[in-house]
């Protein structure tokens, strides 16, 4: 499965940039999409994740009312729309893949597949 991600880019705090993953290659299902981080220094963490059927959100506190994720079913694309961004938002940002049934706590080793990341740079 590949896993192409993109939209990243420099923006001011207070701006708005969206990312997009579409997932393509061998015949896979879709359990869920899910969006991680790494910034600089710092562990890989949790950002978003959407259950594909039905559609289940789920989102890390420091990005929830923020940032929104959604789908689109017919181009297996994910989208994270990231608003109000703040400074502490500058990360390497990767796109990951499950095919099944994940945990609660979004444990990155339920997600099989990764995307080579897109690196957003939020100036204060």
């Known amino acids: 499965v590949q896993l192409q991600a993109c939209g990243g880019g420099l923006v001011q705090a207070g701006g708005s940039l969206r990312l997009s993953c579409a997932a393509s290659g061998r015949a896979f299902a879709i359990y869920a999409l899910g969006w991680f981080r790494q910034a600089p220094g710092k562990e890989r963490e949790f950002v978003a994740t959407i259950r594909w059927n039905p559609s289940v959100t789920y989102y890390a506190d420091s990005v929830k009312d923020r940032f929104t994720i959604s789908r689109d079913n017919a181009r297996n694309t994910v989208y994270l729309q990231m608003n109000s961004l703040k400074p502490e938002d500058t990360a390497i940002y990767y796109c990951?893949?499950?095919?099944?049934?994940?945990?609660?706590?979004?444990?990155?080793?339920?997600?099989?597949?990764w995307g080579q990341g897109t690196q957003v740079t939020v100036s204060s």
């Open positions: 990951a893949l499950a095919e099944a049934r994940i945990r609660p706590t979004m444990e990155q080793t339920d997600f099989g597949s």
